[in-house]
């Protein structure tokens, strides 16, 4: 993948933008998961856990995933942008083409199944679709949003197919307003329940799907275009 000067110039714009106009932004998720601390999930081959772990096991990750948030009293969890992720080195659904795609493009906010999820800044719907293959999205939803002539897009992966029905190409959504709700393994690309967020600046001419994660030699390029989810969910502004 070539990233132009063009893609990389407007990135930075609408980082910063994003950072100009934090004050803005609402909340993701829902205010009383704020009354408790995250737990930071770490993918990474510096966890020795992980190196046992089996994410192709559909019991086995779920039950890392709600082990780790029971023990540290809480009932949400965070997978961190930018991390190159051992789990996905492990897997052949990310290494089937030689160099696995292991860097994580987003956040993966892990909450219960059902939780309302909610858009940071007013958008238009840009293009939904279920991703319907095994370890996929599930249920899918990408906004577009404009700030100052600047365009740039969200994508809420891992939903429930409720999520989709009403839902139309550019209908408006307001700051704050629900979008989606959190689907279950059964629904979501059979994932422990959590939202894939991902900040991008440009589409590529695709719709109801983007690049999640990227091989760790295309990381650079995709940085350029998929921006630190941070910007438009500020966890630690909303914490109670």
Same mark, same amino acid.
Not at 36 to 64: A, R
Not at 104 to 123: I, M, N, Q, R, T
């Given at each position: 993948?070539?990233?132009?000067?063009?893609?990389?110039?407007?990135?930075?714009?609408?980082?910063?933008?994003?950072?100009?106009?934090?004050?803005?932004?609402?909340?993701?998720?829902?205010?009383?998961?704020?009354?408790?601390? +995250?737990?930071?999930?770490?993918?990474?081959?510096?966890?020795?856990?992980?190196?046992?772990?089996?994410?192709?096991?559909?019991?086995?990750?779920?039950? =890392?995933?709600?082990?780790?948030?029971?023990?540290?009293?809480?009932?949400?969890?965070?997978?961190? =942008?930018?991390?190159?992720?051992?789990?996905?080195?492990?897997? +052949?659904?990310?290494?089937?083409?030689?160099?696995?795609?292991?860097?994580?493009?987003?956040?993966?906010?892990?909450?219960?199944?059902?939780?309302?999820?909610?858009?940071?800044?007013?958008?238009?719907?840009?293009?939904?679709?279920?991703?319907?293959?095994?370890?996929?999205?599930? +249920?899918?939803?990408?906004?577009?949003?404009?700030?100052?002539?600047?365009?740039?897009?969200?994508?809420?992966?891992?939903?429930?197919?409720?999520?989709?029905?009403?839902?139309?190409?550019?209908?408006?959504?307001?700051?704050?307003?629900?979008?989606?709700?959190?689907?279950?393994?059964?629904?979501?690309?059979?994932?422990?329940?959590?939202?894939?967020?991902?900040?991008?600046?440009?589409?590529?001419?695709?719709?109801?799907?983007? +690049?999640?994660?990227?091989?760790?030699?295309?990381?650079?390029?995709?940085?350029?275009?998929?921006?630190?989810?941070?910007?438009?969910?500020?966890?630690?502004?909303?914490?109670?």
């Amino acid at each position: 993948m070539n990233i132009t000067f063009q893609q990389k110039e407007h990135a930075v714009k609408v980082t910063a933008i994003l950072q100009q106009s934090s004050s803005d932004i609402k909340a993701l998720i829902a205010e009383s998961f704020f009354l408790e601390q +995250p737990y930071f999930f770490d993918f990474t081959e510096n966890n020795v856990e992980v190196h046992e772990l089996n994410i192709d096991s559909n019991q086995d990750f779920d039950n =890392y995933v709600q082990q780790h948030l029971h023990t540290n009293n809480t009932s949400w969890g965070i997978g961190k =942008y930018g991390e190159d992720r051992l789990v996905y080195r492990n897997s +052949p659904l990310f290494t089937s083409d030689g160099e696995a795609r292991s860097v994580h493009l987003a956040y993966d906010v892990w909450l219960p199944a059902g939780s309302e999820l909610y858009a940071p800044l007013d958008a238009r719907v840009h293009s939904f679709q279920i991703n319907d293959n095994y370890r996929d999205y599930g +249920p899918t939803i990408i906004l577009e949003h404009e700030i100052s002539g600047l365009i740039f897009y969200t994508l809420y992966g891992h939903l429930s197919r409720t999520s989709l029905k009403g839902l139309a190409v550019n209908q408006t959504i307001k700051a704050g307003e629900r979008v989606a709700w959190v689907g279950d393994i059964t629904e979501n690309g059979q994932w422990p329940s959590h939202v894939h967020f991902q900040i991008m600046t440009d589409m590529i001419n695709k719709t109801g799907d983007f +690049p999640g994660v990227a091989k760790p030699s295309e990381w650079e390029q995709y940085r350029s275009m998929c921006l630190d989810p941070y910007l438009l969910f500020p966890y630690k502004k909303f914490s109670k």
